[in-house]
């Protein structure tokens, strides 16, 4: 009910404003029209009134109106002036707005970009559990050489084997950011989980690269695969 009210409240102010923008044009052409009907009013009644002689009449107010040529030409400039500079204007509202939109979508993409870092840190902190159950398990799964062996595994340690799904999608997922340019916290990420990343990726690599070896997975976790590399370029060069 309130918020039907305060729409209602809404409409009748917009209704208002646009009643006031018709009052005044309307205002404009009628006070233009009575200036009209008043000038013709004191020429034809008071200044040049009607004789006898007509033609000597039309003269003296043709002669009349010809001493205004000079003032509608003034006044045409001005017209044609005003009509610059309004268009002048226009083009430097627009670039005002066209800046203002700039900055608002720079300000938006900045707030997604540190959505991101937050919840690729989030993302990372939730797999902490899985993380340590690689670590306890890592001679058993570095141990699997086959894909035979790796089904074997998946029959017998389902818990395990989903610990390196969630895992190995959690960086699959952060590299896929890093590649496409939406988070650009890659230093911050490699300094401070650099070691944890190399430790599960020696982990988990001959199982990844087990699944890639099936027929149509040849692009399986590819984004793991490129923030690995990343992670090894920026070691070799910040050593």
Not at 118 to 147: G, W
Not at 183 to 204: H, P, R, S, Y
Not at 215 to 231: A, V
Request: aromatic letters at 14%; one cysteine or more.
């Amino acid at each position: 009910m309130i918020a039907i009210k305060g729409e209602d409240i809404l409409n009748n102010q917009n209704d208002d404003t646009e009643d006031k923008k018709y009052g005044l044009l309307f205002g404009l052409i009628g006070a233009a029209l009575l200036v009209w009907g008043l000038y013709w009013v004191f020429i034809n009644y008071f200044l040049f009134p009607c004789t006898a002689d007509l033609n000597s009449v039309y003269a003296a107010r043709g002669q009349f109106g010809d001493m205004f040529g000079a003032v509608n030409a003034l006044f045409s400039a001005f017209a044609f002036a005003g009509l610059i500079y309004a268009i002048i204007l226009q083009r430097t509202e627009l670039s005002e707005q066209r800046r203002q939109f700039t900055l608002s979508a720079k300000a938006q993409q900045k707030t997604y970009q540190l959505q991101l870092v937050k919840e690729a840190y989030d993302y990372i902190i939730r797999t902490h559990k899985e993380r340590t159950l690689l670590f306890k398990n890592a001679q058993s799964i570095m141990a699997i050489k086959s894909l035979s062996a790796l089904n074997q595994f998946k029959e017998n340690n389902s818990e395990l084997y989903e610990a390196l799904r969630e895992v190995s999608n959690c960086y699959h997922y952060i590299g896929f950011l890093m590649h496409i340019g939406l988070l650009e916290a890659k230093e911050m990420l490699f300094d401070e989980g650099g070691e944890t990343m190399l430790g599960v990726w020696q982990i988990v690599e001959p199982v990844l690269n087990i699944e890639r070896g099936e027929p149509n997975r040849g692009q399986y976790k590819r984004y793991f695969y490129t923030l690995i590399n990343d992670l090894k370029q920026y070691r070799g060069t910040n050593v």
